[in-house]
């Protein structure tokens, strides 16, 4: 079965820090991974996926298959980063559509 | 268009009483889900519509549970005789789906109706 680990709950850093939120996938074929960010009191959004190669606010994730890995990272962090941060699975190319997520990461950027 | 919208926001009601949610997505999307999120996890997928279609629904959609998009515009999701276990939020995403293989869209959340049952 599909599955998203994140292994930390937490995670917390000090402004201008590295830092890197794991994510780490079960699937045998090929995934389509996605973060999606939650700030205090919004909606979830997207923040990223591996098929854009993109980097937004800073951020970038690197699709590692043979790690079956995802993780997220940025150089300098942001108070403004704090929030909760989810990895997603969904089954490229797959009729349903629907994604899989972790159990979430949260970020706390100390001043 | 503010993007998927979701009412009621917050709703609590007792255990055995029927509820429904709606939900309104972004207007040109076909595609529209149903998630669950309970306390310390992520979203968990219920069901998802292409337009009015009901194409897939997860086995934590219980027999309690039936959501509907009569018109492939809104949807609505319901759930007879709650139970405590059904406190959650409920979210609501859509997308845009256009068929092509290998293409996919951004999935948009709305904010989400969070249930207590007591």
């Known amino acids: 079965a599909q599955r998203v680990t994140q292994p930390e709950k937490l995670l917390s850093v000090f402004k201008g820090a590295p830092v890197e939120l794991k994510c780490n996938y079960s699937y045998s074929g090929s995934p389509e991974l996605f973060w999606y960010v939650q700030y205090s009191r919004q909606r979830l959004q997207l923040l990223l996926r591996h098929i854009s190669r993109e980097s937004i606010k800073g951020f970038t994730a690197d699709l590692n298959k043979g790690e079956t890995s995802f993780h997220l990272k940025k150089p300098f962090a942001q108070e403004e980063d704090s929030a909760m941060y989810y990895c997603a699975l969904r089954l490229y190319g797959g009729s349903q559509g629907n994604l899989i997520f972790g159990k979430g990461t949260k970020l706390s950027v100390k001043p | ?118």
Request: proline share 4%; glycine share 8%; net charge neutral.
């Open chain 2, 1 to 118: 268009d503010t993007g998927v919208s979701q009412d009621p926001r917050h709703k609590i009601t007792k255990r055995g009483q029927n509820v429904t949610f709606r939900c309104d997505p972004i207007s040109e999307h076909n595609r529209l889900y149903w998630y669950r999120q309970t306390l310390g996890q992520g979203p968990e997928f219920l069901t998802y519509f292409q337009n009015e279609a009901q194409l897939e629904k997860s086995r934590l959609l219980s027999d309690r549970f039936s959501a509907e998009r009569p018109k492939g515009s809104f949807s609505t999701l319901e759930i007879q005789r709650t139970e405590q276990g059904d406190s959650a939020m409920y979210l609501c995403a859509s997308s845009f789906d256009s068929g092509l293989a290998g293409v996919s869209y951004e999935q948009y959340f709305g904010p989400g109706t969070r249930l207590t049952v007591t």
